[in-house]
């Protein structure tokens, strides 16, 4: 597969080590070739996903495998991919296409595809294929009946899933320190088991009315979450930060130090460096990264 990315400047860094948790690998120049199948919209930073058909040296020799193959789709759709730079411009695409499509049993539906179809040129090699465009529904969750000051980006919290469990699907989650609910917002509408707890009734009576309005289960509760008996893989925590609350530093400790007991991995989100914290809880930081937020930095620190 060829993942095709985008990002603002200031998340190539979250982007990378997103792309680390899922594929084992940095992209280079906003792209990503792997073998593993990744569902786009699941990412705030991967654009599409290119299945290729052909690879050729020519345009002409991408229609000879067409003449060959007799492909039958309905309803399809091809487009250039912008990222995928083929020289052919906007304007001059059409004569491209109708070749393409005129070797194609179907009727094509350019409005509404069923189908999307992929044309696009990497390392002087011409690829064709299946695309998949990132659906881009998550960013109605940016609209949340309750918000919260410090809340995460809708963006920063579907990454985070993504590296808390490298894109598993089975693997559990926790955010026991939830706030309005923005990760468990995200990881409910991803397909994962994830829930959350808040020390705060009035900040976890808010996430659950933000799970309600996008008719997720309401999966957060009030509660100290040193309290948790449960386990699970992975817990995300944003941690409560001095600036924004009343917090001490043993707090915080005990926070970190609970999470090594309730799960086997911690992505831990701080505004400064607490790394002392999270090796006197005996985690290792496996990986790493700084999301500028402001005139803070975010550190994001993957631990286990
Ligand atoms: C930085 S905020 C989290 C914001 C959240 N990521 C969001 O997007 O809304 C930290 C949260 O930790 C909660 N908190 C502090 N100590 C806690 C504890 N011991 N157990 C559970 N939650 C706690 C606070 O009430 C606060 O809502």
Known sequence: YIYTLNYPV?????????????????????????????????????????TPLYETDTFEEILKKLD??????E??????????DTGIGYHERLPYFNQIGERIEGIPNVKNPKIRLGL????????FGFYKKNDALWMAHTNKPCSYSNSLSVRV???????????DKTKTIIDPCCGVGTTIVEGLS????????????????????????????????YQDMTTIQEKYDASIIDIPYGLFSHITREQQQNIITKAK??????????????DYMVNNANFKII??????KGKFKRYILVCQ
């Open 75 to 84: 309803e399809f759709r091809i487009e250039l991919i912008n990222e995928l």
């Open 120 to 127: 696009g040129k990497l390392n002087d090699r011409w690829i």
């Open 157 to 167: 919290a579907r990454s985070l899933i993504n590296i808390a469990t490298n894109g």
């Open 261 to 274: 007991k309730i799960s086997k991995k911690l992505v831990l989100i701080t505004f400064e460096d607490l």
């Open 190 to 221: 991803m397909g994962y088991d994830i829930c959350g707890t808040d020390i705060s009734p009035k900040n976890a009576s808010n996430a659950r009315k933000n799970l309600e309005f996008f008719n997720l289960e309401p999966r957060a509760k």
């Open 68 to 73: 060959e193959d007799k492909l039958k789709l």
């Open 287 to 292: 990986d790493r990264c700084v999301v500028p």
């Open 10 to 50: 200031q998340e190539e860094d979250l982007c990378n080590l997103e792309m680390r948790s899922i594929f084992d690998k940095n992209p280079i120049n906003k792209i990503i070739m792997s073998n593993i199948d990744f569902n786009p919209s699941d990412s705030a930073f991967i654009k599409g996903q290119l």
